[in-house]
Nanobody, 116 residues
Framework: QVQLVESGGGLVQTGGSLRLSCTAS????????MAWFRQPPGKDREFVAS????????YYADSVKGRFTISRDIAKNTVYLQMNNLKLEDAAVYYC?????????WGQGTQVTVSS
């Protein structure tokens, strides 16, 4: 049974930082591209960042470039999202995503709240 468990969300002031973690189990971690998506209140889920398993490439939404960093620890089966200089518009439920050629999995989400 595949599980993606996110943690690290919470309340932070604008300009602050948070680090989200997503630990995977039940899958071969290094065979999956790992990504973060988010869903702001009343809006659709949107792409935030991804880490490609084949070559370690990373991709970011324009709205987070230069502020967010995605990284992967293969030994811990964990992907991280370091979020710096948080803005009000970063408030959302953040979801971890694992995708391969054959299947895709989602975590349950972790809430990030940004206050002014």
């Amino acid at each position: 049974q595949v599980q993606l468990v996110e943690s690290g969300g919470g309340l932070v002031q604008t300009g602050g930082s948070l680090r989200l973690s997503c630990t995977a189990s039940g899958l071969t971690f290094n065979q999956y591209t790992m990504a973060w998506f988010r869903q702001p209140p009343g809006k659709d889920r949107e792409f935030v960042a991804s880490h490609i398993h084949k070559d370690g490439s990373t991709y970011y939404a324009d709205s987070v470039k230069g502020r967010f960093t995605i990284s992967r620890d293969i030994a811990k089966n964990t992907v991280y999202l370091q979020m710096n200089n948080l803005k009000l518009e970063d408030a959302a439920v953040y979801y971890c995503n694992a995708i391969s050629t054959y299947d895709q999995y989602w975590g349950q989400g972790t809430q990030v709240t940004v206050s002014s």
